[in-house]
């Protein structure tokens, strides 16, 4: 069976949102990246700031997920009912989490709770009989593997139903597994065996780069959808580079 996750067929370039403005989602969005994640983990975002951000992220139609706060069904299902397209799930370390986060998400065969009048319910416009076979059928499931607990269940959490992607955590993954570089043996070997669990079930494989150059050795391994930064490293770089710019353009005018 293919693979649910809809930016998989090629390599697919996202961002992290850490950012708490609809205006800042917005204005990325018209450059076309192919998905964002809304970063509820380690950024300061509570619901309201959340269902501004899924709502501007809809004005240029880039798929969104939001990285959730914690495992809870009632979080989990308040992003899928804002319209989120799926959930980036921290810390799976076993089968069992990863079962639960997937029953959280899914109303049939699982235990989210049920209304249409949310956005993802179009506030009502559609039948609960369609807007439970498409969410279902649409939504997805991240999981992050970050820990040496996670790396031991890689397997297992693969093949469990409903989960989409497996997330390489490699910076989590490295203080776990005491590692001195992304370029440590133990933390490639850590990757490979990620990727190729991927591989086996069918499962996409993403993964957070801080630098673009490293993309190709990890699409080589087999990983097709990259994180390459956030909206904050955007915005830092961005006035590094201007402020740069602007002292060579000075300093030639002065000679």
Known sequence: MPSRV??????????FMKTASHQV???????????????????????SDLDRMLLASKVNDVATYVRVADHSE?????????????????H??????ARNVVASTRFISGRRGFSTSPRAGQ???????????RSDDQVEVWCQIEDQQGLKQV??????????????????????????????PVLLNAVDKIVTAGRQ????????VSDINEIPALQEAGVM????GSDQSLLRTGMANLRTEFNNKISLRSE
Not at 25 to 47: L, T
Not at 77 to 88: E, F, N, S
Not at 201 to 208: K, L, P, R, T, W
């Open 123 to 133: 506030y009502g416009a559609v039948s609960a009989q369609d807007y439970i076979s």
């Open 201 to 208: 079930n069918n499962i996409a494989v993403a993964a957070f």
């Open 25 to 47: 989602i917005e204005v990325i969005s018209q450059s076309q990246p192919d998905f964002f994640i809304v970063d509820a983990e380690h950024a300061p975002f509570d619901k």
């Open 155 to 184: 397997e297992e959490i693969a093949k469990t139903p409903g989960v989409d992607c497996l997330f390489i955590g490699r910076v989590d993954l490295s203080v776990s597994l005491s590692c001195s570089s992304m370029e440590d």
């Open 92 to 97: 799976v370390s076993s089968a069992e989490i």
């Open 225 to 228: 959808i990259f994180i390459a």
């Open 74 to 90: 009632s979080y989990i299902g308040a992003c899928l009912d804002m319209g989120a397209k799926g959930v980036v799930v921290p």
């Open 6 to 15: 809809s930016i998989r067929e090629k390599p697919s370039l996202g961002l």
